[in-house]
């Protein structure tokens, strides 16, 4: 359904093999949580750019704990209005980032997330 890709000015991505409707399940990833407190230490290594931000809290409180997902999703590119979000699922395996488009998605086009963390980049030298 999708392959990771160069995306010209961007450098690696996400791209669509085949067409994909909205609402489809894209991928659905094994994931970690990794707590606030070592997110210091993870800022500081190629982890930084992979991670995700807890989105239950991030901006409600002055710390969240990240996610870290192992599939291509992790090489979606950040996107003002993207085509797919990320959420996450907890079961009796363990955590899930589940990948799902929220627009129709075309043949070998890009699959774009919004950083929730964004602002947190700064100049680190990542690409979106």
Request: hydrophobic letters at 45%.
């Given at each position: ?7 010209p000015g961007k450098g690696r991505g996400v791209l669509a093999s ?111």
């Amino acid at each position: 359904m999708v392959r990771i890709g160069t995306v010209p000015g961007k450098g690696r991505g996400v791209l669509a093999s085949q067409p994909i409707a909205e609402g489809t399940l894209i991928e659905r990833a094994a994931a970690v949580r990794l707590p606030a407190a070592e997110r210091p230490l993870l800022d500081q290594t190629g982890v930084f750019a992979y991670y995700f931000a807890d989105p239950a809290a991030f901006g409600k409180e002055d710390s969240h704990d990240c996610f870290l997902a192992f599939g291509a999703l992790t090489f979606c590119n950040h996107a003002a209005e993207p085509n797919a979000a990320v959420s996450w699922e907890e079961d009796e395996v363990g955590l899930w980032a589940l990948l799902h488009a929220v627009a129709d998605i075309g043949e070998a086009e890009e699959v774009t997330l919004f950083y929730t963390n964004i602002d947190e980049y700064g100049s680190a030298e990542v690409f979106f």
